[in-house]
């Protein structure tokens, strides 16, 4: 009798026990998935700011090499600087020096351009009356006009006497100036373009073939050809044949050169000596 009594009281109390530790199992659950949940939020969070660092970290990355590309960057166009530089300031040496040359040029030129032209009024009659044939006699107004001449060239300041000279001087350089001399033997020497020839002639027909022969023994010559003609003591019909022949052989150079060059002369007169010209490299 005593034993069953204990079987229906510890009944309950398993019932109790079980209720106990079902109770607890679900708050244990309960509490877990809380957690786990807490966790996966935490988680995501941190996932989210990691990517977030990680592209800030990216974005510094990218903006050290951009800082370095650009650091590399200055430091080649600061040499390249440096370098053009030092290259202006040799440029600029040898600028002044050149200048300096060209002011002692100049100013050697119009000092002796001063003292070239001035000439006393015996030494202009004398260059009046050397420059004309005698058998021509000029006329008052022109021996006025070409004293006027001499005297204006010679009252110019040296500035305005090295300008002409310098003009001149950039004209031969941009056309070839050829020379015709009558000496008083009747021989025509011919000067220009490096060469200089010789030649008699003493009709103009014949004076037209010899120049014109003389001519295509030359280099090709620049786009305007100046021919100047001057003669001395010789025979009226030798200078004039030559004087009748330079528009025939200027004529036939013309056409030889199909436009790509220019023939222009001009008669200079009686010359008691003959003329020297330089030629222009």
Same mark, same amino acid.
């Given at each position: 009798?005593?034993?069953?009594?204990?079987?229906?009281?510890?009944?309950?109390?398993?019932?109790?026990?079980?209720?106990?530790?079902?109770?607890?199992?679900?708050?244990?659950?309960?509490?877990?998935?809380?957690?786990?949940?807490?966790?996966?939020?935490?988680?995501?969070?941190?996932?989210? *700011? =990691?990517?977030?660092?990680? $592209?800030?970290?990216?974005?510094? +990355?990218?903006?050290? @090499?951009?800082?370095?590309?650009? #650091?590399?960057?200055?430091?080649?166009?600061?040499?390249?600087?440096?370098?053009?530089?030092?290259?202006?300031?040799?440029?600029?040496?040898?600028?002044?020096?050149?200048?300096?040359?060209?002011?002692?040029?100049?100013?050697?030129?119009?000092?002796?351009?001063? *003292? =070239?032209?001035?000439?006393? $009024?015996?030494?202009?009659?004398? +260059?009046?009356?050397? @420059?004309?044939?005698?058998?021509? #006699?000029?006329?008052?107004?022109?021996?006025?006009?070409?004293?006027?001449?001499?005297?204006?060239?010679?009252?110019?300041?040296?500035?305005?006497?090295?300008?002409?000279?310098?003009?001149?001087?950039?004209?031969?350089?941009?056309?070839?100036?050829?020379?015709?001399?009558?000496?008083?033997?009747?021989?025509?020497?011919?000067?220009?373009?490096?060469?200089?020839?010789?030649?008699?002639?003493?009709?103009?027909?014949?004076?037209?073939?010899?120049?014109?022969?003389?001519?295509?023994?030359?280099?090709?010559?620049?786009?305007?050809?100046?021919?100047?003609?001057?003669?001395?003591?010789?025979?009226?019909?030798?200078?004039?044949?030559?004087?009748?022949?330079?528009?025939?052989?200027?004529?036939?150079?013309?056409?030889?050169?199909?436009?790509?060059?220019?023939?222009?002369?001009?008669?200079?007169?009686?010359?008691?000596?003959?003329?020297?010209?330089?030629?222009?490299?």
């Amino acid at each position: 009798m005593k034993s069953r009594r204990l079987t229906f009281q510890l009944t309950p109390l398993l019932d109790l026990l079980l209720i106990v530790i079902f109770a607890q199992f679900l708050d244990v659950r309960e509490t877990a998935t809380e957690q786990e949940q807490s966790t996966s939020t935490q988680l995501s969070a941190a996932q989210e *700011e =990691l990517a977030g660092t990680q $592209d800030q970290l990216a974005k510094i +990355l990218a903006e050290k @090499r951009e800082a370095a590309a650009d #650091r590399d960057f200055l430091r080649t166009s600061l040499q390249e600087l440096k370098e053009k530089t030092a290259g202006q300031e040799v440029e600029r040496k040898s600028l002044e020096e050149s200048l300096k040359r060209a002011h002692e040029q100049r100013d050697t030129i119009a000092s002796l351009v001063s *003292e =070239l032209f001035d000439l006393p $009024d015996e030494t202009v009659n004398e +260059l009046i009356r050397t @420059r004309t044939p005698e058998n021509v #006699r000029l006329t008052p107004e022109q021996v006025k006009r070409l004293r006027n001449e001499f005297r204006e060239f010679s009252k110019q300041k040296p500035g305005e006497s090295v300008r002409h000279l310098l003009t001149f001087e950039e004209m031969r350089k941009r056309c070839d100036i050829w020379e015709l001399y009558i000496n008083e033997t009747g021989m025509t020497v011919f000067s220009g373009s490096g060469q200089t020839h010789t030649f008699r002639a003493e009709t103009t027909e014949q004076f037209a073939s010899e120049l014109y022969e003389r001519y295509k023994t030359l280099p090709q010559p620049k786009s305007l050809v100046i021919i100047l003609l001057s003669y001395g003591d010789v025979k009226a019909s030798v200078y004039e044949a030559a004087i009748d022949g330079l528009p025939i052989v200027a004529e036939r150079m013309r056409t030889d050169q199909s436009g790509r060059s220019r023939f222009e002369y001009a008669v200079l007169g009686f010359n008691p000596t003959p003329p020297v010209v330089p030629e222009v490299k």
